[in-house]
């Protein structure tokens, strides 16, 4: 089965350059200071942020910066077969470390010495970018929360099939072929990469087109991401106006 | 001990003005011993003084996920021998990211055929173990491991089993030599470390300077010019330009080494 059919079209009937769906909206959980729902596509991901809040493990309070906590959980229902452990599996653990450093240099930690902030996703639903949407998700909720942050980041997948780029890479394209994965993370306004992880085997001429794809696919999820913290901070203006 | 502010001043004005501590140029590596056991698959790696031992052994399991392929696992052992670091309680982030990092590198780039590894399909599969073991932690381990772990691969050999019905039977060596393992490629990790925002960057980084680095990135190749893996957390932000300036340096750097561990195997 071919990703890319002779008429130009890929499995889901997009376009090599074209995202998936993105919706997102924040504030869905009361009890959180900050949260953030996020479908890209059929990859649903639920972020949540408790912070920042006086450090409770006294071995990680660091005197001149904010504490980070990460943990990436995949619901067990969110594949095709039940996933056994949820998180606390070495990928898990790799990932949380991973995502905790990106944001540890995006967010402002100057301003909150001695404290701790918590961010929690979890992918309801992993439909391939499962990595993407989830600091596209944890972005969100930290915007919610009113973290300071250096900029947004937003992510994006890229691979390559048959030397043609294809952005936003689902499930069924991610596990057919042993192509090259690129998973790209951006600060949009100086188009700089924060994270730039690549699974399998690219050939070296093709890294450029495959970055220059990245970064376009992540500047596109920008457009929407930014467009719906607006809306939700004109609508939360309107409410406090309001009263 | 953590290091004097004293000390991290001096280690990046030094990088600033392009000088090392141990008088190498921003983009050496440096001088790399490679030494095998008496038994197959043992390979002690000495990059400077940073010291790695790689062993590979295999046994035959039953296969849990894929049914039809032998199962390629990599054991990183950190001990506080190493490293007066692997005392605190974040070794095992640690222990895990290098052996995540090996595995993108030689299990997910398919390094080697794990389908010629399949003795009776969903019963009995050859289970490969590459148990690395950090002996001095003098910085950059994970390319050392990188090293070690690919020239215990290559040099490892294993039984030969013929299979009749549901029997198994292992041949030891008297009966049937042992066999390489099959090897598509051999790619090697190359960390560059990044410094004053992303103005400085220098190759193999020693462990003080792993105490002052901001951020590293980490690429694999192999000698057919192919990326089998790259992983850039933060820290830092990269232009294109400098992931693309890493990748050429680190292509020429997967050359010379691969091309002495390849001379080493060949004695």
Excluded at chain 2, 105 to 122: N, P
Excluded at chain 2, 132 to 154: E, K, Q, R, T, Y
Excluded at chain 2, 215 to 220: D, I, P, T, W, Y
Aim: aromatic share 6%; net charge negative.
């Amino acid at each position: 089965m071919e990703i890319i059919s002779p008429e130009g079209l890929r499995i889901d009937g997009r376009r090599p350059e074209e995202i998936r769906r993105f919706n997102c909206r924040l504030g869905v959980l009361s009890r959180a200071d900050g949260s953030a729902y996020l479908e890209q596509g059929n990859t649903k991901a639920l972020a949540s942020i408790n912070g920042p809040h006086q450090a409770g493990d006294k071995a990680k309070i660091k005197h001149d910066r904010v504490h980070i906590n990460f943990q990436y959980s995949m619901a067990t229902f969110s594949t095709n077969e039940r996933r056994n452990r949820p998180k606390g599996d070495k990928r898990s653990i790799d990932i949380s470390q991973l995502m905790r450093e990106i944001f540890q240099s995006a967010i402002l930690t100057d301003l909150y010495p001695k404290s701790q902030i918590d961010i929690h996703v979890q992918i309801l639903q992993a439909d391939g970018g499962n990595y993407s949407a989830c600091i596209n998700a944890a972005t969100l909720a930290l915007m919610d929360a009113g973290v300071p942050m250096k900029d947004f980041i937003c992510s994006c997948t890229a691979s390559l099939v048959d030397s043609k780029t294809i952005i936003d890479v689902n499930n069924s394209e991610e596990l057919h072929f042993s192509n090259p994965l690129l998973t790209l993370a951006i600060l949009p306004t100086s188009e700089e990469i924060i994270l730039c992880q690549m699974k399998s085997r690219l050939h070296a001429d093709h890294l450029e087109d495959i970055l220059k794809a990245g970064i376009k696919g992540c500047k596109d999820i920008y457009e929407i991401m930014h467009r719906e913290v607006l809306n939700h901070v004109r609508e939360a203006a309107a409410v406090m106006n309001a009263t | 001990t953590p290091l004097a502010t004293s000390q991290r001043q001096f280690i990046l004005n030094a990088i600033k003005s392009g000088q090392r501590l141990d008088s190498r140029n921003l983009y050496d590596y440096r001088p790399i011993k490679l030494q095998f056991g008496v038994e197959y698959g043992t390979a002690e790696v000495k990059l400077g003084a940073s010291r790695v031992l790689a062993v590979t052994t295999c046994e035959l399991i039953r296969p849990i996920t894929r049914p039809e392929e032998g199962r390629l696992l990599f054991n990183v052992e950190l001990s506080p021998m190493a490293s007066p670091l692997n005392h605190s309680n974040d070794v095992i982030d640690r222990r895990i990211a290098l052996e995540r990092r090996l595995e993108q590198c030689f299990v997910e780039s398919a390094a080697i055929d794990l389908e010629s590894l399949c003795v009776i399909a969903g019963e009995k599969v050859w289970f490969i173990r590459v148990a690395i073991h950090v002996l001095d932690d003098v910085g950059n381990i994970l390319d050392c491991a990188s090293i070690a772990a690919i020239a215990s691969l290559a040099h490892f050999r294993r039984p030969q089993v013929t299979v009749v019905g549901e029997d198994v039977t292992i041949h030891n060596r008297n009966e049937k030599d042992y066999i390489p393992l099959n090897i598509h490629h051999m790619p090697l990790c190359i960390t560059f470390a990044f410094f004053h925002g992303n103005g400085c960057m220098a190759i193999d980084p020693t462990d003080q300077e792993e105490a002052v680095m901001e951020s590293k990135l980490v690429m694999a190749l192999n000698r057919h010019r192919e990326i089998c893996t790259i992983q850039f957390t933060g820290g830092v932000t990269l232009k294109v330009d400098q992931v693309l300036h890493c990748c050429n340096i680190a292509l020429t750097k997967a050359n010379e080494i691969i091309k002495l561990v390849q001379r080493m195997l060949n004695d």
